[in-house]
């Protein structure tokens, strides 16, 4: 496992010893009055400080006992008993965790153990849900519902596979994939932090072996990766691009690096679930600039530059419920400059109203890693001074409660 990787899988280990040993009754009531006699769900007024709720209004905090979660309805945000945390003192997704970990007493070292056993699986249910918080109102029921949706596959198992295929791509040789990412612009480093790996055609029967002797032939067809003859399907498109969510990969696309390939992405089987590069933003502080773009090209060209990005599979790709985690940035779409990116903007520009929030708009005469390719010299310079632009034509925020 690549650094990245092993920071990831430590982040997961302390999250989940944190989580074990909270008490989410007596954390919450630090924080806010809870009803003395209140079952799992209750409802009380919020007290995170951005908020700045006047106090007068109903209750707007919703709290699972049971699960951790909270949303609160009247900004539309929500998540697990760490983001509270944040929220509360201003912290990073990060820092939340770190210290609560200290203030619990988990160390590190015991997190291996702490993190197996009985507990896991209940807690794991709640958790999937906890970073992207589903903060529509009509769908806040569902977060917070016990039941879940029959899957093909459970999604942590399917993120072993998918995490398995990649360490085990990562092993091969990566130098196509590298010359390939390095004439768009992007170089190693930014490949790296993004996970992204090359499949190279010769490894087709080493990487395949491995998931046999991981996985059952039943859970590998059931992921997607492979078919019903058991074969590994996922090796035309040899550019892999996983989705992070809390640090766990929860979704494959494949892009050809060939010339004639079509179609030229390959996708895991169901709907993408998450924003491409949404992970990154937990670290970021409030009122960064975070660029809303079309594609993995295009958000890792803006990393590789030092501006954080995240990325639409196609214009139209946003989901209402992937907003919130976005409320905190200053967000600038910079879509394709055509038909498609300018209505889907126009779209995002209303929905992102709804919630109470901004979206800029950038203007390019072309896509952005064509922008940066263009003029390479200044396109900082330039990027910086046009998004400048943008954030200036913003109407001015509504006064809220
Ligand atoms: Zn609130």
Same mark, same amino acid.
């Given at each position: 496992?690549?650094?990245?990787?092993?920071?990831?899988?430590?982040?997961?280990?302390?999250?989940?010893?944190?989580?074990?040993?909270?008490?989410? !009754?007596?954390?919450?009531?630090?924080?806010?009055?809870?009803?003395?006699?209140?079952?799992?769900?209750?409802?009380?007024?919020?007290? %995170?400080?951005?908020?700045?709720?006047?106090?007068?209004?109903?209750?707007?905090?919703?709290?699972?006992?049971?699960?951790?979660?909270?949303?609160?309805?009247?900004?539309?945000?929500?998540?697990?008993? %760490? =983001?509270?945390?944040?929220?509360?003192?201003?912290?990073?997704?990060?820092? +939340?965790?770190?210290?609560?970990?200290?203030?619990?007493?988990?160390?590190?070292?015991?997190?291996?153990?702490?993190?197996?056993? *009985?507990?896991?699986?209940?807690?794991?249910?709640?958790?999937?849900?906890?970073?992207?918080?589903?903060? &529509?109102?009509?769908?806040?029921?569902?977060?917070?519902?016990?039941?879940?949706?029959?899957?093909?596959?459970?999604?942590?198992?399917?993120?072993?596979?998918?995490?398995?295929?990649?360490? +085990?791509?990562?092993?091969?040789?990566?130098?196509?994939?590298?010359?390939?990412?390095?004439?768009? #612009? %992007?170089?190693?480093?930014?490949?790296?932090?993004?996970?992204?790996?090359?499949?190279?055609?010769?490894?087709?029967?080493?990487?395949?072996?491995?998931?046999?002797?991981?996985?059952?032939?039943?859970?590998?067809?059931?992921?997607?990766?492979?078919?019903?003859? #058991?074969?590994?399907?996922?090796?035309?498109?040899?550019?892999?691009?996983?989705?992070?969510?809390?640090?766990?990969?929860?979704?494959?696309?494949? !892009?050809?690096?060939?010339?004639?390939?079509?179609?030229?992405?390959?996708?895991?089987?169901?709907?993408?679930?998450?924003?491409?590069? %949404?992970?990154?933003?937990?670290?970021?502080? =409030?009122?960064?600039? @975070?660029?809303? @773009?079309?594609?993995?090209?295009?958000?890792?060209?803006?990393?590789?530059?030092?501006?954080?990005? @995240? #990325?639409?599979?196609? *214009?139209?790709?946003?989901?209402?419920?992937?907003?919130?985690?976005? +409320?905190?940035?200053?967000?600038?779409?910079?879509?394709?400059?055509?038909?498609?990116?300018?209505?889907?903007?126009? +779209?995002?520009?209303?929905?992102? *109203?709804?919630?109470?929030?901004?979206?800029? !708009?950038? =203007?390019?005469?072309?896509?952005?890693?064509?922008?940066?390719?263009?003029?390479?010299?200044?396109?900082?310079?330039?990027?910086? =001074?046009?998004?400048?632009? &943008?954030?200036?034509?913003?109407?001015?925020?509504?006064?809220?409660?």
């Amino acid at each position: 496992m690549n650094q990245t990787g092993e920071q990831r899988e430590r982040w997961r280990r302390l999250s989940d010893a944190v989580k074990a040993r909270l008490d989410y !009754r007596s954390f919450y009531a630090r924080f806010c009055r809870l009803p003395e006699r209140s079952g799992a769900r209750t409802r009380t007024h919020c007290p %995170i400080p951005n908020h700045a709720h006047s106090g007068g209004g109903k209750p707007s905090l919703s709290i699972d006992l049971q699960s951790g979660l909270f949303h609160c309805f009247s900004r539309d945000e929500g998540g697990d008993a %760490i =983001s509270f945390y944040a929220l509360l003192h201003n912290l990073t997704a990060g820092q +939340a965790l770190a210290r609560l970990a200290r203030e619990l007493g988990v160390e590190t070292k015991n997190v291996e153990t702490e993190s197996d056993g *009985a507990g896991v699986d209940a807690r794991t249910k709640g958790e999937r849900e906890s970073l992207v918080t589903r903060a &529509a109102p009509d769908t806040t029921d569902a977060l917070l519902a016990e039941d879940e949706p029959a899957e093909p596959l459970e999604e942590r198992r399917l993120s072993l596979i998918c995490e398995s295929f990649l360490d +085990a791509c990562r092993r091969e040789e990566q130098l196509e994939g590298i010359a390939y990412l390095r004439r768009r #612009g %992007i170089d190693r480093e930014t490949m790296r932090r993004a996970g992204v790996v090359y499949f190279p055609r010769q490894s087709y029967r080493r990487v395949m072996r491995e998931l046999q002797r991981q996985f059952t032939n039943q859970e590998l067809m059931r992921s997607g990766l492979f078919n019903s003859q #058991g074969h590994l399907t996922f090796y035309r498109h040899r550019l892999l691009f996983p989705f992070y969510k809390e640090g766990r990969v929860v979704y494959l696309q494949a !892009r050809t690096t060939a010339s004639g390939v079509e179609p030229r992405w390959h996708n895991m089987r169901g709907s993408v679930p998450a924003l491409y590069n %949404i992970d990154a933003l937990g670290e970021l502080p =409030s009122d960064t600039i @975070v660029y809303l @773009v079309e594609g993995f090209t295009d958000t890792l060209t803006l990393l590789a530059n030092g501006y954080a990005a @995240v #990325g639409l599979v196609g *214009a139209g790709g946003l989901k209402e419920d992937w907003l919130p985690p976005l +409320a905190r940035f200053r967000v600038v779409a910079a879509l394709d400059p055509d038909a498609a990116g300018a209505s889907a903007t126009d +779209a995002y520009t209303e929905i992102f *109203a709804r919630r109470g929030m901004r979206l800029a !708009r950038l =203007s390019l005469a072309s896509d952005v890693n064509d922008f940066f390719r263009q003029h390479a010299a200044d396109s900082s310079a330039r990027f910086a =001074s046009l998004t400048e632009l &943008a954030l200036a034509k913003l109407p001015h925020r509504d006064e809220r409660e």
